[in-house]
């Protein structure tokens, strides 16, 4: 039988093992990415990380592996059980710590039982079940898998679905040719927007990692703790891991700076894949933002490079619904979840079931009101 192996630091497993176990095309699962998160101080366990990574061996090959780490808190995941831990607590039992499969901080749909084989991710996932049993966990979670990992959950599993805003390149060159397929008032206003930001002497730059200095390095985290600051709550990730994305992943990191007399003002820090483009944090230095300029750097630029550089999909993060009006339509995003205690696994599924419904339902309302042309292609199917 397969062996399951524990780890508490992901350089525990080769980093040519690890990716093999992968198509490449998310950088989020890359063992650089997760790795680094571990060096550069990212995740510590007084903030609610704790790395607890999973492998499933045969024969001395690994041949399945999980990003996985214990939580003592459900910060930093963007699949929200807060009402369940407090459900736990109501009923004098512990919820935390639990065990979750994820990427930190990055509400991402990608790779996270990655093997060989798809029947390894089945029993790779019976194997840790497995273990949180006879740990006494309260649970184990799956956040923001891939559609194609749906079948390796079995009976037990409970499915949650929640919605993002994505956009989606349908055959367009250039942003004037995606500014057509919008609705007339939503062409003009976007085309407001951007002219509001141009006027007041915004001018934007685009470096990858290799082509960016420190002090573009430097003032990206800057803007990104700013923007942590403001809504009070602490930024995790320090200027090392910048920089060690820039030198580890040189041409999946992008930063867009929007620059006036020279000076960086404002930023946003975004990932590559295969054929998506990830966009990640935001911030400026401004005490009030000139209008416009979050949408211009967030999301068009975004956008332009998409249409420059031949990617097909843009994910800017989550929630969010002023992107709807800028051309990003909802997508559904799964997880999957496994409570130790039948009575509440019982009532949480009751939720789930109720949660995809809605769901679906806000999904198909948002999408009857888009901001395409009625001429214009479908909306991409879920998921």
């Known amino acids: 039988m397969p062996e399951l192996r524990l780890h508490a630091s992901l350089d525990e497993l080769p980093a040519p093992a690890w990716d093999a176990l992968h198509d490449r095309r998310n950088p989020f699962v890359e063992h650089a990415f997760l790795a680094g998160m571990e060096r550069e101080g990212c995740l510590r366990p007084r903030w609610g990380w704790t790395p607890r990574h999973a492998s499933l061996w045969r024969d001395d090959e690994l041949v399945a592996a999980a990003p996985a780490y214990l939580k003592t808190n459900s910060h930093g995941e963007f699949v929200f059980d807060h009402a369940w831990a407090n459900a736990y607590q109501r009923f004098g039992r512990e919820y935390f710590p639990k065990w979750l499969v994820a990427v930190p901080y990055s509400p991402v749909t990608g790779p996270r039982l990655l093997a060989r084989a798809p029947a390894d991710r089945a029993l790779l996932l019976g194997a840790m079940q497995a273990q949180a049993g006879r740990e006494g966990l309260s649970s184990l979670h799956v956040n923001f898998h891939r559609d194609d990992e749906a079948a390796a959950f079995g009976e037990g599993w409970l499915a949650r679905e929640d919605a993002q805003f994505h956009w989606r390149n349908r055959g367009w060159a250039t942003f004037d040719d995606f500014l057509a397929a919008l609705q007339p008032k939503k062409r003009k206003n976007l085309r407001q927007e951007r002219d509001k930001v141009s006027r007041a002497g915004f001018r934007f730059r685009t470096v990858h990692g290799d082509e960016a200095s420190d002090d573009d390095l430097a003032a990206m985290h800057f803007f990104y703790c700013r923007t942590f600051g403001e809504y009070g709550n602490h930024p995790a990730l320090t200027l090392e891991f910048f920089r060690h994305l820039a030198k580890a992943m040189p041409r999946q990191l992008v930063v867009f700076l929007a620059e006036r007399d020279g000076e ?38 975004g956008i332009d490079y998409c249409l420059r550089e031949g990617l097909q999909v843009f994910e800017p993060g989550a929630q969010g619904e002023h992107k709807i009006a800028r051309g990003f339509l909802p997508v559904i995003t799964h997880s999957h979840h496994w409570l130790s205690d039948p009575a509440f696994a019982a009532a949480v599924g009751d939720w789930c079931t109720q949660k995809r419904a809605a769901t679906a339902g806000y999904r198909q309302s948002v999408l009857a009101h888009s901001p395409y042309r009625d001429d214009h292609p479908p909306a991409p199917a879920a998921g």
């Not at 894949?273 to 401004?286: I, N, V």
């Not at 300029?293 to 630029?301: I, K, N, V």
């Open 264 to 301: 960086a003002v404002a930023g946003a820090l975004c990932l590559r894949g295969g054929d998506t483009l990830y966009g990640r944090y935001w911030g400026s230095s401004e005490i009030e933002p000139t209008p416009g300029l979050h949408f211009e750097t967030c999301y068009y630029q």
